[in-house]
């Protein structure tokens, strides 16, 4: 009986982990009690299933990255075996005028930066977040179908010269056990190169939509 990620994701998320040049630097489970709330982190649990209201979350596992000065933390709940959308944080030194999203549409998708069209022009006229983005999925798909994403990408600043970046995972291929390590990374790159330094005065912005996961996530990342 599985008690962590199923062994074939285990082992395509490793290898695409491997492909992309970074170290696994290790992972942690979090179990949800049978009263619904976390062990650790009750408070999150509303946000524990975004796009999968249906779903019953039972446990959390966070996998841990690093490829040069990136590290990341991938976030992704259960419902028993099955795995639902899962999601990569990092953070990035560095500010944008307003916290920005990259959003799916019916082509492409679009950046929103709260009517900044100047910020949204950079970010569409960079080649190398293009290129990112393009890679990354618009919806989760597993077993029992296809869940689509509200939002792809979200980065606002959180503070102490330092963005929140968030990344979903999950595929834009048939192989329902491709996890996009190599993406959420390329996006990350391509945002930090854009950024401009933080100040005492840079406003801690928030991010457009609910993101779930921050406490586990910034555990992970400060491990």
């Not at 999925?137 to 968030?166: C, I, K, M, N």
């Not at 933080?198 to 990342?221: F, I, N, R």
Request: aromatic share 10%; charged share 15%.
């Amino acid at each position: 009986m599985l008690t962590t990620m199923d062994e074939t994701k285990r082992a395509r998320l490793f290898g695409g982990a491997q492909a992309a040049g970074a170290t696994v630097l290790g992972s942690r489970r979090y179990d949800v009690s049978e009263t619904g709330a976390f062990t650790l982190a009750g408070q999150l649990l509303s946000l524990a299933v975004v796009g999968e209201a249906n779903a019953h979350v039972t446990h959390i596992e966070v996998v841990s990255f690093q490829r040069g000065p990136c590290r990341l933390a991938y976030v992704v709940p259960f419902q028993n075996a099955y795995d639902l959308a899962g999601v990569y944080h990092t953070l990035l030194p560095g500010t944008y005028e307003q916290p920005v999203a990259f959003l799916p549409g019916l082509i492409g998708g679009h950046w929103h930066a709260n009517h900044d069209a100047a910020l949204v022009k950079q970010l569409k006229d960079a080649p190398g977040l293009t290129k990112a983005v393009k890679a990354l999925p618009f919806a989760h798909r597993a077993h029992y179908g296809s869940t689509p994403f509200e939002w792809v990408v979200q980065l606002g600043y959180v503070g102490e010269g330092q963005s929140h970046l968030v990344v979903k995972s999950g595929t834009r291929h048939l192989d329902i056990n491709h996890q996009c390590v190599e993406a959420a990374f390329a996006t990350a790159a391509a945002l930090a190169a854009l950024l401009q330094p933080a100040t005492s005065s840079s406003p801690v912005q928030g991010h457009y939509y609910d993101v779930p996961y921050v406490q586990l996530a910034y555990e992970s990342l400060a491990g």
